[in-house]
C-alpha cells in the first residue's frame, strides 16, 4: 500500500562506512548542459543564468517585499545615492550614470566615475540604497545576465568597470568549494567524497533523511567541525569559525523564557559579528540597518518585545534579519521554514531568494520540504545514509535517483506544481510535502 511519507523516521539501511561503494561520482556533481533527466519530472530545468531568469513557478510568488522593480526597456536605472556616500551620481551626457569624485564610506573606489550598471532602481534589502551591488564580484546570475546588454568585457561590465577582472574570472569562483570532504564523528563516517562548487547566487536545497548529515554539512562549513579529509572553503578561504561573510539561520530552537533580550538585540549581534566597541557613527549605522533588517522582515512592530515572549515564527524572521544584516556572501539556512505558517514560509524564503538575487549571495538551505521553496531551488544536494546526489531538482527527485539513494523502490509524483514522494515502507522522511 502507498502512503505519502513524511515522517521523520530514519532510513533502516545502515551507514556504509569508509568502505562504501560511492553511489555518484564527481560527474554527479554539477550538470550545467541544462538538460532535463528526462523522467517522470515534467517540467524542464535548467541551471546557471537561465535557471535564475527562467524557473518555472517563480513568477507565480507574489511581488516581492523589497519593491524591487524591472529595470526599464532602455536598460538604465534611476540612480540614488547612498545617503552614507558623499559621492553624487550624475549622468553623462549620453545618458549614463556615473560617481562623482567624493568617496563615501560604502563606496567601491574602483567604481568612482565609472558607469553604473542599469539595475539602480533595486533597492536594497537592508534599506540602503547601492547604487552597485555590495561588491561587484558578488554577482549573481541574474545580475550577469541583466548586465549582460551591456556587456563590454567578457560577460561582466560591472566587473569591468570596477576593475575587479572579467565575467568569467569572477563568475567562476565558488561561494563555497568541497573537494573530497569527508564528515565523520569518531569512526563512524556520515559522508565522504563530496564535491560541490555553490557559485554566487546559486540557490541549492540540502535534502536528506534525519541524521543524513546534512547540519553537519553546515556545521563544517561555519567551521565548527573540521572535514575528516579533504577541502572545505567557503567565501574564498577555508572554512573556520568566525568567518565574517557567512549569515546563518540556525535550526530554530524557542528562546528559554527569561532570556533578557529583545528581538532588536538579538539582530543586532548580526551587525556587531567580530567587532567590539562602537564610535558614535557606527552605533547610528548600527541602529539604521537593524532597523532596516527588522523591517524588511516585517517584525517592526514586535521587535523591541523580549525573545521569550514571541512565537516562534516572530522568532524565526528575526533570526533571517540577523542572518542578513552583516551583508553575508553567503547564506547557511538550517530549516528556516520549521514551524511557520504558510504566510510567513512565502515571506522567508522571498527574502532569501531576493538577498542571493539581489546581492549574488549562495543559499545553502536545509529542509525537509522542498515544495515551499521548489520554484527557487537550482540544485538539490540529497544526502541518504553516506551516499549523495547533486543537480537540478529534475535530475535528481525522480522515482530512479531516490530508488537508488534510498535503496528501495521509492516513487515520486508531480501534483500540480508540488513534488510528493510515495514509498513502500517506513524508512522516509519528509521530502516531497504535504499532497
Ligand atoms: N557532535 C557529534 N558527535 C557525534 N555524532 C554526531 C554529532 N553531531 C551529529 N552527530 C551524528 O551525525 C549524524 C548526522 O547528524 P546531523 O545532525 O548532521 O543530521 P541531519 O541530517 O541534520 O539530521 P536532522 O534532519 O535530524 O536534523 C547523526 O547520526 C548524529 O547523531
Same mark, same amino acid.
Given at each position: 500500500?502507498?502512503?505519502?511519507?513524511?515522517?521523520?523516521?530514519?532510513?533502516?539501511?545502515?551507514?556504509?562506512?569508509?568502505?562504501?561503494?560511492?553511489?555518484?561520482?564527481?560527474?554527479?556533481?554539477?550538470?550545467?548542459?541544462?538538460?532535463?533527466?528526462?523522467?517522470?519530472?515534467?517540467?524542464?530545468?535548467?541551471?546557471?543564468?537561465?535557471?535564475?531568469?527562467?524557473?518555472?513557478? =517563480?513568477?507565480?510568488?507574489?511581488?516581492? +517585499?523589497?519593491? %524591487?522593480?524591472? @529595470?526599464?526597456?532602455?536598460? !538604465? /536605472?534611476?540612480?540614488? $545615492?547612498?545617503?552614507?556616500?558623499?559621492?553624487?551620481?550624475?549622468?553623462?551626457?549620453?545618458?549614463?550614470?556615473?560617481?562623482?569624485?567624493?568617496?563615501?564610506?560604502?563606496?567601491?573606489?574602483?567604481?568612482?566615475?565609472?558607469?553604473?550598471?542599469?539595475?539602480?532602481?533595486?533597492?536594497?534589502?537592508?534599506?540602503?540604497?547601492?547604487?552597485?551591488?555590495?561588491?561587484?564580484?558578488?554577482?549573481?546570475?541574474?545580475?550577469?545576465?541583466?548586465?549582460?546588454?551591456?556587456?563590454?568585457?567578457?560577460?561582466?561590465?560591472?566587473?569591468? =568597470?570596477?576593475?575587479?577582472?572579467?565575467? +568569467?574570472?569572477? %563568475?567562476?569562483? @565558488?561561494?563555497?568549494?568541497? !573537494? /573530497?570532504?569527508?564528515? $565523520?564523528?569518531?569512526?563512524?563516517?556520515?559522508?565522504?567524497?563530496?564535491?560541490?562548487?555553490?557559485?554566487?547566487?546559486?540557490?541549492?536545497?540540502?535534502?536528506?533523511?534525519?541524521?543524513?548529515?546534512?547540519?553537519?554539512?553546515?556545521?563544517?562549513?561555519?567551521?565548527?567541525?573540521?572535514?575528516?579529509?579533504?577541502?572545505?572553503?567557503?567565501?574564498?578561504?577555508?572554512?573556520?569559525?568566525?568567518?565574517?561573510?557567512?549569515?546563518?539561520?540556525?535550526?530554530?530552537?524557542?528562546?528559554?523564557?527569561?532570556?533578557?533580550?529583545?528581538?532588536?538585540?538579538?539582530?543586532?549581534?548580526?551587525?556587531?559579528?567580530?567587532?567590539?566597541?562602537?564610535?558614535?557613527?557606527?552605533?547610528?549605522?548600527?541602529?539604521?540597518?537593524?532597523?532596516?533588517?527588522?523591517?524588511?522582515?516585517?517584525?517592526?512592530?514586535?521587535?523591541?518585545?523580549?525573545?521569550?515572549?514571541?512565537?516562534?515564527?516572530?522568532?524565526?524572521?528575526?533570526?533571517?534579519?540577523?542572518?542578513?544584516?552583516?551583508?553575508?556572501?553567503?547564506?547557511?539556512?538550517?530549516?528556516?521554514?520549521?514551524?511557520?505558517?504558510?504566510?510567513?514560509?512565502?515571506?522567508?524564503?522571498?527574502?532569501?531568494?531576493?538577498?542571493?538575487?539581489?546581492?549574488?549571495?549562495?543559499?545553502?538551505?536545509?529542509?525537509?520540504?522542498?515544495?515551499?521553496?521548489?520554484?527557487?531551488?537550482?540544485?538539490?544536494?540529497?544526502?541518504?545514509?553516506?551516499?549523495?546526489?547533486?543537480?537540478?531538482?529534475?535530475?535528481?527527485?525522480?522515482?530512479?535517483?531516490?530508488?537508488?539513494?534510498?535503496?528501495?523502490?521509492?516513487?515520486?509524483?508531480?501534483?500540480?506544481?508540488?513534488?510528493?514522494?510515495?514509498?513502500?515502507?517506513?524508512?522516509?522522511?519528509?521530502?516531497?510535502?504535504?499532497?
Amino acid at each position: 500500500m502507498y502512503r505519502t511519507t513524511h515522517t521523520d523516521s530514519r532510513p533502516h539501511t545502515s551507514s556504509l562506512g569508509d568502505d562504501a561503494p560511492e553511489l555518484l561520482g564527481d560527474d554527479s556533481t554539477v550538470r550545467t548542459d541544462g538538460t532535463s533527466s528526462g523522467d517522470s519530472l515534467p517540467v524542464a530545468r535548467r541551471t546557471g543564468p537561465e535557471a535564475l531568469a527562467a524557473r518555472p513557478g =517563480a513568477d507565480s510568488l507574489p511581488p516581492n +517585499t523589497f519593491g %524591487a522593480t524591472t @529595470p526599464p526597456a532602455d536598460g !538604465r /536605472g534611476v540612480a540614488r $545615492a547612498h545617503p552614507d556616500e558623499p559621492g553624487e551620481l550624475r549622468s553623462r551626457p549620453d545618458g549614463i550614470p556615473v560617481r562623482t569624485e567624493t568617496p563615501g564610506p560604502h563606496s567601491d573606489p574602483r567604481t568612482i566615475g565609472t558607469e553604473v550598471p542599469p539595475d539602480l532602481s533595486i533597492e536594497c534589502p537592508l534599506g540602503c540604497e547601492h547604487p552597485v551591488p555590495h561588491s561587484a564580484t558578488r554577482l549573481s546570475p541574474v545580475q550577469r545576465e541583466t548586465f549582460s546588454d551591456n556587456d563590454s568585457s567578457g560577460g561582466d561590465p560591472l566587473a569591468a =568597470a570596477a576593475g575587479v577582472g572579467t565575467a +568569467t574570472e569572477t %563568475a567562476q569562483a @565558488p561561494a563555497i568549494r568541497l !573537494r /573530497g570532504a569527508r564528515l $565523520a564523528y569518531g569512526t563512524r563516517t556520515v559522508w565522504q567524497g563530496l564535491d560541490l562548487d555553490v557559485a554566487p547566487g546559486e540557490f541549492i536545497a540540502v535534502l536528506g533523511p534525519n541524521g543524513s548529515g546534512k547540519t553537519s554539512l553546515l556545521r563544517m562549513l561555519l567551521g565548527q567541525v573540521a572535514p575528516s579529509a579533504g577541502a572545505v572553503e567557503i567565501a574564498g578561504m577555508p572554512a573556520r569559525l568566525g568567518n565574517p561573510h557567512i549569515g546563518y539561520v540556525p535550526q530554530q530552537k524557542s528562546f528559554e523564557s527569561g532570556v533578557q533580550l529583545r528581538g532588536v538585540d538579538l539582530v543586532g549581534l548580526g551587525v556587531d559579528g567580530h567587532r567590539w566597541g562602537f564610535g558614535l557613527r557606527d552605533r547610528k549605522r548600527r541602529r539604521r540597518l537593524v532597523a532596516a533588517a527588522v523591517e524588511q522582515v516585517g517584525a517592526a512592530h514586535y521587535a523591541d518585545s523580549p525573545l521569550d515572549a514571541m512565537s516562534g515564527g516572530e522568532q524565526q524572521r528575526l533570526r533571517v534579519a540577523q542572518a542578513l544584516v552583516g551583508d553575508p556572501r553567503v547564506l547557511l539556512c538550517d530549516e528556516p521554514l520549521l514551524s511557520l505558517d504558510l504566510a510567513n514560509q512565502r515571506l522567508v524564503a522571498q527574502l532569501i531568494d531576493h538577498r542571493r538575487r539581489i546581492h549574488g549571495t549562495a543559499v545553502l538551505f536545509v529542509t525537509h520540504e522542498i515544495n515551499p521553496i521548489l520554484p527557487l531551488v537550482d540544485r538539490v544536494l540529497y544526502l541518504v545514509d553516506g551516499r549523495f546526489r547533486i543537480g537540478t531538482p529534475d535530475e535528481v527527485m525522480t522515482s530512479e535517483v531516490l530508488s537508488e539513494l534510498y535503496g528501495t523502490e521509492v516513487d515520486v509524483l508531480r501534483v500540480r506544481d508540488r513534488l510528493v514522494v510515495v514509498g513502500t515502507g517506513d524508512s522516509f522522511d519528509a521530502i516531497g510535502g504535504h499532497a
